[in-house]
């Protein structure tokens, strides 16, 4: 999520630094006049509270709160770091050690009408990399391929049309 698109967004940090979790936002213009809100998630394995669920949740209410309209255009994706989600059935496996981390997390993709796209494993035999959005139909396509670290990467096409900006053209001069 760190690709520079050429359109025009507004960036920022949200999150709670002592929670541990990283998270980033960026507003993106539609050709539609709409916004479509873009987050990358990462949880550090190690945490065994909620807090990282947390902090994702109040940051998702703080952004989603600066809009009018409650039907905004939703995409987080990250390293969620969840083995013991079974997203076929979308519940917690019986064996997990962690189930109330596991529940806050299908708990918050509830409460903001996010749907699971990756349905291969991107570690070992586990989906750790998510990517969920409100906006379902809008997603053509998810694929995991081979990544640059311990896990695979994940690539989604979605049907969405930024709106461009075109600059002026600039006057240079040649001394």
Request: charged content about 20%.
């Amino acid at each position: 999520m760190g690709q520079n698109t050429g359109c025009p967004g507004k960036y920022g940090t949200v999150g709670n630094p002592s929670s541990g979790s990283e998270i980033i936002w960026v507003e993106i213009e539609l050709r539609n006049h709409k916004k479509l809100l873009v987050s990358s998630f990462y949880w550090r394995p190690n945490d065994h509270t909620t807090a990282q669920l947390e902090s994702l949740q109040s940051s998702t209410e703080s952004v989603l709160s600066r809009y009018k309209s409650p039907d905004q255009s939703l995409i987080t994706g990250g390293d969620f770091n969840l083995p013991d989600i079974d997203w076929d059935n979308n519940c917690v496996r019986c064996t997990s050690s962690r189930r109330s981390i596991h529940d806050f997390f299908l708990s918050l993709a509830q409460d903001f009408y996010l749907f699971q796209t990756v349905q291969d494993a991107t570690r070992e035999m586990n989906i750790l990399d998510l990517f969920v959005t409100n906006c379902p139909s809008s997603v053509k396509s998810t694929h995991v391929i081979p990544g640059l670290s311990d896990h695979e990467a994940v690539v989604t096409d979605c049907c969405f049309f930024p709106q461009h900006v075109k600059k002026a053209p600039r006057k240079v001069s040649l001394f």
